[in-house]
């Protein structure tokens, strides 16, 4: 069976496997694990950031920056279709406090006349607004890249009105392989950055938020709180290193074979939007009679398990353990069963 359902299917590799059962371990909790300080470290640094701390999950990270950054009562613009709105369980609203004020985009990416339209009045009745939040890699919108110099347009309008930025930076090696940017120019934007393992990267668990030092600090407690503390977790920190120093640049493997299963749909007439919008690691399929879910269980039978999103879409994921050889399968199933 060959899994396109996620990048989250993949296991990690006999390196990877090493890294982890020969990690020496310490309490992390009491800031002693040698493996996840160095990890918090590395990842700072790439992104441009004083500070790092390694959560259980993207989620809790976005969530930890979310308190960390707000007020109850505060209001966080974010796009419609971000994983922050869809698929965290209403988290800002039971942890922080947080009204979302979601915006509609074209292809996951919102632009400074948007969001400056969105600013609430300096007025009591309304909610300000104190965190703006994006997403890059956009997840719902196919894995398109967020335009740096989109981001740097809201960034300097965010700051020069005192709202803070945070990047949901889930899957943004992707978009530092596909754009050939230096993650730090995407990092210095922002106020903080969470940056997930168990996705593009291979690794079973973990991601990493990024800020300040006072920020992290003050996330640090949330974590606590949210009950995200953790103990000899070097063995997970192993599996995130060893991910940072050998998945990043392999990543365009991921992007080349979502592009050749993208025109194999296009040449099906079922890829949602021109070809150019598939740009990283994912390939939308359109299906408007809304027949997703029949379409996903012929794939299955076929043996290529897909993702319908909605009864509209379909979503297929390359990732670390697809290979040509799956690829060339995929692209047979694909035409044999649609076509």
């Known amino acids: 069976m060959i899994d396109l359902r996620s990048d989250t299917v993949t296991r990690p590799v006999p390196g990877m496997r090493r890294a982890m059962y020969t990690a020496e371990v310490g309490d992390d909790v009491y800031g002693e694990d040698f493996l996840v300080n160095e990890l918090q470290e590395k990842v700072a640094g790439l992104l441009g950031m004083e500070a790092g701390l390694f959560v259980p999950s993207g989620t809790m990270s976005n969530q930890l920056a979310i308190r960390s950054h707000t007020q109850p009562g505060d209001e966080l613009i974010c796009d419609y279709n971000s994983h922050i709105f869809n698929y965290e369980g209403g988290a800002p609203a039971l942890l922080s406090g947080v009204q979302l004020h979601p915006l509609d985009s074209e292809h996951g990416i919102l632009n400074l006349e948007q969001i400056s339209a969105a600013l609430r009045p300096k007025d009591h009745h309304f909610a300000q607004t104190s965190l703006i939040a994006l997403e890059n890699t956009h997840n719902r919108a196919g894995g398109v890249v967020f335009p740096l110099p989109v981001i740097e347009e809201i960034s300097t309008f965010a700051h020069e009105h005192n709202i803070l930025m945070h990047l949901d930076g889930a899957r943004l090696m992707h978009a ?148 040509d050889d799956q690829l060339r399968n995929a692209k047979e199933i694909l035409k044999k069963t649609i076509g």
Not at 262 to 283: F, I, K, P, R
């Open 176 to 323: 530092v392989i596909a754009s050939g940017l230096d993650p730090a120019a995407y990092g210095e934007q922002f106020d903080s950055v969470s940056l997930c393992f168990s996705k593009a990267l291979g690794a079973p668990i973990g991601s990493v938020l990024s800020g300040s030092t006072t920020f992290i600090d003050k996330a640090h407690r949330f974590r606590k709180i949210f009950g995200g503390g953790m103990r000899q977790v070097g063995i997970l920190a192993a599996a995130c290193l060893y991910a940072l120093e050998n998945h990043v640049e392999r990543l365009a493997e991921d992007h080349y074979r979502a592009k050749q299963l993208a025109l194999t749909c296009q040449a099906l007439g079922v890829l949602e939007h021109d070809l150019a919008w598939t740009q990283t690691n994912m390939v939308i399929l359109a299906f408007p009679d809304g027949d997703a879910a029949r379409w996903e269980s012929e794939l299955k039978k076929a043996g290529l398990l897909v993702s319908a999103v909605n009864d509209q879409r379909i979503r297929m994921v390359t990732h670390l353990d697809f290979d």
